[in-house]
């Protein structure tokens, strides 16, 4: 029978990467989604014509429990186990510090803390032995970014998260944290390109990551091969050039 995994926000660039990676080696995958249907309906679609592997799509708001739970009970009742969860859905509303207001605070520690925190207490509850890989940002480790002061303190509570996790699910669920530097996504390729230039000469591979990348080190983590890896924190930024900084 085949392991399964749940994506949470699957239809995003690396999402999408890392359920490419789960179907590759015969997963069944749960392509979770909040508003991007028909993304996830393509995506499902790809995944099941190339590998001729069963994977599902369901809705599911991250950031409420009733929606989470539903989100637990279909991916049981279609392949009546989990295997993996990697917590990957994120929103991010980048602007000044000063103009940002409590709503859109509170939104972003909603959807990338509390979720987090929701799919790993309600899919570890159905997880005989398992895999939760966290991902979080080296913006919540020491790469702050002005901008994204929410999003960086959503990313460094997770990694908190990710120990007290680790130390409650253990033995039978490993729980890892993935820390993402700068990843090529559509976003970051609209950004200015002197910005883009300015943030690839601080690190020491010169480049930004694919996601195909990203998504090579999170199956990895979910893998017998890391079996012995628990409440780790990998990074994969490129290597930053700490010298300059």
Same mark, same amino acid.
Request: aromatic share 6%.
């Given at each position: ?59 599911? $708001?991250?950031?409420? /429990? =009733?929606?989470? !739970?539903? *989100?637990?009970?279909?991916? @049981?009742? %279609? &392949? ?18 000063? $103009?940002?207001?409590? /709503? =859109?605070?509170? !939104?972003? *520690?909603?959807?990338?803390? @509390?979720? %987090? &925190? ?128």
């Amino acid at each position: 029978m085949n392991k399964v995994v749940i994506i949470t926000g699957a239809c995003s660039q690396i999402g999408a990467a890392i359920a490419d990676k789960f179907t590759a080696n015969k997963y069944n995958v749960v392509i979770n989604y909040h508003t991007q249907e028909q993304e996830a309906l393509k995506l499902k679609e790809k995944l099941e014509n190339t590998y001729q592997i069963k994977t599902i799509v369901i809705k599911a $708001d991250i950031s409420k /429990e =009733e929606e989470v !739970k539903k *989100l637990i009970d279909l991916t @049981i009742d %279609t &392949f009546g186990r989990i295997d993996v969860l990697v917590n990957n859905a994120a929103v991010a509303l980048d602007n000044y510090w000063l $103009d940002k207001t409590v /709503e =859109e605070f509170k !939104k972003v *520690l909603d959807v990338n803390l @509390i979720g %987090t &925190f929701l799919c790993s207490k309600y899919a570890s509850l159905k997880m005989i032995n398992g895999s939760i890989i966290n991902i979080s940002s080296t913006n919540g480790i020491d790469t702050p970014q002005i901008y994204s002061m929410d999003y960086d303190a959503s990313k460094a509570a997770i990694l908190s998260l990710n120990h007290n996790l680790a130390n409650i699910l253990a033995p039978n669920i490993r729980v890892n944290a993935v820390a993402l530097g700068w990843v090529n996504t559509k976003a970051v390729l609209e950004m200015n390109p002197n910005i883009i230039q300015e943030e690839k000469s601080k690190i020491l591979l010169k480049r930004f990551a694919d996601p195909k990348e990203a998504a090579n080190v999170v199956y990895f983590l979910a893998s017998d091969e890391a079996s012995y890896i628990n409440d780790s924190i990998i990074r994969v930024d490129g290597g930053v050039n700490r010298a300059n900084k």
